[in-house]
């Protein structure tokens, strides 16, 4: 299976699409003729549609993924076995929303990392691999000259055109800070100490164990005093 990450699964009946693979060449962009995504939901799962597409995208940005892009969404004939297909809630002569533009920007670029498709349009779809749209797949692909429209086409090609989305910081989680323990101290990071002494783990910090952590403390040159700080904790691994 393959789903972007990004979209909110909504699935297909099984009527309107096909579980057979295909290999993705080119990302065809469409318009729904509607602005509700509520009724692009509803429509690709009633079984008299024998319609469906990979994407929705509504006109506040919300993605809706419908087929597998592995798999045979019922968007463009002739072109169901080599193309990802994108809706995008709207009418022919609208332009996409900036939630829109701000949501296909990633969604290409997954589609394009995942199939090695490039990001570049292309004015029909028999040449090489890249990004189309409906109307250009001419009768072949259902005969939609007006599928997007202009408008679509001009915003969708300044999409392609715009940086590359940056990638998300990796956040790292704060380091576990462990407190000082000594003689006399009970619980859980007593437990945690005995356990890397190798010494019986009871949870009470007694002389046995001050004993075990002088020992350790001398054979990692650190000053043997019992006491597990930050320097007997980092030398602990923990």
């Known amino acids: 299976m393959a789903r972007y990450p990004g979209a909110t699964w909504k699935g297909a009946h099984p009527n309107n699409f096909s579980t057979r693979k295909i290999t993705p060449k080119y990302i065809v962009v469409h318009v729904t003729q509607g602005n509700n995504q509520a009724g692009v939901d509803g429509w690709f799962n009633n079984p008299a549609a024998i319609v469906s597409a990979h994407f929705s995208i509504g006109k506040d940005g919300a993605v809706h993924q419908y087929v597998d892009t592995d798999q045979t969404a019922y968007a463009e004939m002739n072109w169901n076995d080599r193309a990802?297909?994108?809706e995008h809630c709207g009418m022919s002569g609208d332009h996409l929303t900036d939630a829109q533009k701000k949501s296909l920007k990633p969604l290409l670029e997954w589609i394009s990392g995942h199939y090695k498709i490039p990001l570049e349009w292309r004015n029909d779809g028999y040449g090489p691999a890249g990004v189309t749209s409906h109307g250009l797949l001419g009768t072949d692909g259902g005969n939609?000259?007006?599928?997007p429209g202009l408008n679509i086409v001009y915003d969708v090609k300044q999409v392609i055109a715009s940086p590359a989305t940056p990638p998300k910081p990796v956040v790292q989680p704060p380091a576990k800070v462990r407190p000082t323990i000594a003689q006399g101290d009970t619980g859980m990071n007593v437990i945690f100490l005995q356990q890397r002494?190798?010494?019986?783990?009871?949870?009470?910090?007694g002389p046995k164990t001050v004993t075990a952590v002088k020992h350790f403390q001398t054979t990692h040159n650190l000053v043997a005093d019992g006491i597990v700080g930050p320097?007997?904790?980092k030398a602990l691994g923990a």
């Open 231 to 233: 320097a007997t904790w």
């Open 144 to 147: 939609h000259p007006m599928c």
């Open 84 to 86: 990802i297909s994108i």
């Open 197 to 205: 002494l190798h010494v019986t783990a009871d949870g009470i910090f």
